[in-house]
């Protein structure tokens, strides 16, 4: 599901403004810095930004404000291209960018509306968010004002033009994205069927991994899809480890996040330091928060808890709805104005194309994040938490998306919260995923409401986007299956004292143990009715990796899709997506595949083995089937997306194991566009002990030295180490700027 699929119109019309974009000249890290301003700064005193070789900057700065400021300066230094398009996103100006291809997409954003709480939120930070958001913003127009634009600004046909704090709530709430929602409009396509309630509890029953889910078969459905899932905090893997489990003797924290796989990376490293703040971790391009990292007494991160956020009603018949007029600019064509209609529920999406309903309804999304939340205010306190009680009270505020957060402290504790504000129904369950005539919300649970996992027997805790099982209520449907959450304990246990090697071979681990069990089983039923074949061999003692040079993924892959394809066509129906997503091959394949009279299953898996050992001859090894391409998102033009591309690789890892690479049922060459983007590992016992790796690099111009640097380190499972105290700061951070105020 690449985000520009549909824009051949757009790849025919790009101007020659862009052509230094396509064709770069490599620029030196200590170009990049000489184009850092360093005179006349609106600050209260001089900042010092230290470097180091790989351009994550250190700011050391004498006020909060200046250190906002700053943040924002180096924001819009690294990552101003990267920034535009994220803000065009979330307000729903795609066309303004590429065209007439892209206006339906724009017409769906602008019904979800994702700045519609925006005004609301900014009005009720407290002073000292507001005086931080501000002051950030202020760096970022700043260095706007007095520099050159970035390559995309060519290419995209894009002007500079003033951010605002209404903007950054905005592109926060794009990133708070409910990925609940892709889920939602995939199966609203399956409610159209008269199978609709069988299909439900089979989806429920299953869950589903969302983030591979399309809208529809059609590419700017795929679009939107991409958007939404790539933007936003959709996956992870976090594990939290209590001292009396390590070897250092003092609790452990890693993290990675999944997002696309797209460059620049959806991640930013920085370090600060100042009256309030002292850390080092991952910030959002535009966004003046760490979202997981590590300060002097405490380390933080988590994964997207698939908790449900939002709700699909059928308003039709309301005499409630307001209509909103609202002009969708497009580049090459003339403009055009819609119609959003909003009910007491919340915006309308059936007026788009890409949600489906039933005639005669009107579906409308009640959705927390259209509610003024403070997500900014929860990552600031988090950033200044010195134990795992004051992280979990730095939440309160929190709304979207649902996080399960994991924190490790100093003093030795772990803890695992969701950071959520999950609305309390009221409504009983029915047997559809369509409520009627309203959402039924009586109030919310948050963090400090909702129960929380500290310092358990087991000695430590994880995540990975699984059922939150330590929550008592209801949270959600859909969720992805226990493999990566089950894998991590294993080995945990397996490590026996965990050091930071084992928390980085957990990191790349490519071991899915469910795959292998899936396989025994395809073999068992295989010879249970007499059928052989080489390919099949292949898979006996198969121990679930999917490493570049592993023979056995390929044959097992292979052999899942064409089973899968006949045992569902044999039904005599459509073969549903929703029939190959991985939590409904572990819950169903084997026990529908048994169901069949054993001479029909004799002729299906027959069948099966001899396709997929045809598709499987080309490729030796998984390697060689399974890619990832680096690139830039431009990457995925037609004809001109060539100048974009860095390397296709051969990438390890598949849909849930810890080294995450998203794929569908897949047959052959494909590339995984999902999956493990950045790294992250703290032990507590060391202030200086921080590693990272990006997917890619630090820099976001196309022509930068560090565009893509990080990438040797990211495939070979090394890191950067990224320290707190002042010595290891100044060993690290060798290139300085020093600025001056005017």
Request: aromatic share 8%.
């Amino acid at each position: 599901m690449s985000v520009l699929r549909p824009l051949t119109v757009f790849a025919l019309l790009l101007s020659l403004g862009a052509c230094s974009a396509m064709f770069p000249t490599k620029r030196a890290t200590d170009d990049r810095l000489a184009a850092f301003p360093r005179e006349g700064w609106p600050t209260d005193a001089p900042v010092t930004v230290r470097w180091n070789d790989q351009l994550v900057p250190f700011v050391e700065a004498g006020t909060d404000h200046d250190l906002a400021f700053a943040l924002g300066v180096v924001h819009h230094h690294l990552r101003a291209g990267q920034m535009r398009v994220l803000k065009h996103i979330a307000q729903g100006r795609l066309a303004e960018m590429a065209g007439p291809p892209v206006r339906g997409v724009d017409e769906a954003l602008r019904i979800l509306d994702y700045g519609r709480a925006a005004p609301a939120v900014t009005a009720a930070w407290p002073e000292e968010t507001r005086t931080f958001v501000d002051a950030f913003v202020e760096g970022l127009n700043w260095h706007q004002a007095r520099s050159r634009p970035p390559p995309e600004f060519g290419l995209l046909g894009l002007r500079p033009e003033p951010w605002t704090a209404e903007d950054l709530v905005t592109v926060g709430r794009l990133a708070g994205t409910d990925v609940n929602w892709l889920a939602f409009f995939g199966a609203l396509r399956a409610r159209l069927e008269p199978d609709w309630p069988q299909t439900w509890q089979r989806l429920k029953r299953a869950g589903l991994n969302e983030t591979d889910t399309e809208l529809a078969a059609t590419p700017d459905a795929a679009t939107l899809a991409a958007l939404l899932a790539g933007s936003s905090r959709a996956g992870s893997n976090s594990v939290a480890v209590a001292p009396r489990r390590t070897a250092s003797g003092a609790a452990m924290i890693a993290n990675d996040p999944h997002l696309g796989l797209n460059l620049p990376n959806l991640w930013l490293l920085a370090g600060g330091r100042s009256p309030s703040y002292h850390v080092v971790g991952m910030m959002i391009p535009g966004l003046p928060f760490f979202a997981l990292g590590r300060n002097p007494d405490l380390a933080w991160g988590g994964t997207n808890a698939r908790a449900l956020s939002s709700d699909l009603v059928d308003v039709a018949g309301s005499d409630a709805v307001t209509r909103e007029t609202v002009t969708v600019k497009t580049r090459w064509w003339r403009d055009r104005e819609v119609t959003r209609r909003v009910s007491p529920e919340g915006p309308i999406l059936s007026d788009s194309r890409f949600v489906p309903a039933r005639a005669g309804e009107e579906l409308a999304l009640r959705w927390v994040g259209h509610e003024p939340t403070d997500e900014i205010t929860a990552f600031l306190n988090a950033a200044r938490a010195g134990s795992v009680e004051e992280f979990r009270t730095a939440f309160e505020s929190y709304g979207v998306s649902a996080q399960n957060m994991l924190a490790a402290d100093s003093s030795g504790g772990i803890a695992m919260l969701m950071a959520a504000k999950l609305p309390i129904r009221t409504k009983p369950k029915t047997d559809d995923i369509v409520l009627d005539g309203s959402a039924g919300w009586a109030g919310y649970d948050t963090a400090l409401t909702l129960p929380w996992v500290v310092n358990p027997p087991a000695g430590f805790v994880a995540s990975a986007n699984d059922r939150p099982d330590y929550i008592e209520r209801p949270a959600g449907y859909f969720f992805s299956p226990k493999d990566r959450v089950e894998r991590m304990a294993a080995l945990v246990d397996q490590a026996g004292e965990v050091g930071f090697d084992d928390l980085a071979a957990l990191q790349t681990d490519v071991v899915s143990t469910p795959a292998a069990e899936l396989a025994r089983g395809l073999l068992e039923q295989a010879d249970a009715v007499g059928v052989g074949h080489p390919l099949l061999e292949d898979l006996r003692g198969w121990d679930g990796a999917y490493g570049v040079d592993d023979r056995a993924p390929v044959a097992f892959e292979t052999l899942l899709f064409h089973v899968t394809r006949r045992l569902y066509a044999d039904d005599g129906r459509t073969v549903s997506s929703l029939d190959g997503r991985w939590a409904s091959l572990q819950a169903f394949l084997l026990r529908d595949l048994e169901a069949r009279p054993p001479r029909r299953r004799a002729e299906l898996l027959r069948a099966a083995v001899d396709a997929a050992a045809a598709d499987a001859e080309p490729f030796p090894a998984w390697g060689d089937m399974h890619r990832v391409r680096v690139q830039h998102l431009l990457g995925n033009v037609p004809v001109l997306g060539r100048f974009f591309r860095v390397e296709d690789l051969p990438s390890p890892g598949s849909r849930e194991t810890l080294m995450k690479r998203s794929h569908d049922l897949v047959n052959r060459r494909h590339r995984a566009s999902f999956g493990a983007q950045a790294r992250h590992i703290s032990d507590l016992g060391d202030p200086d002990a921080n590693w990272f790796v990006l997917f890619g690099g630090q820099d976001g111009w196309l022509d930068a030295a560090n565009y893509a640097d990080q990438l040797p380190l990211w495939r070979e499972g090394r890191y950067l180490r990224l320290p707190l105290t002042d010595d290891a700061v100044r060993a690290s951070f060798t290139r300085v700027v020093v600025t001056t105020t005017r």
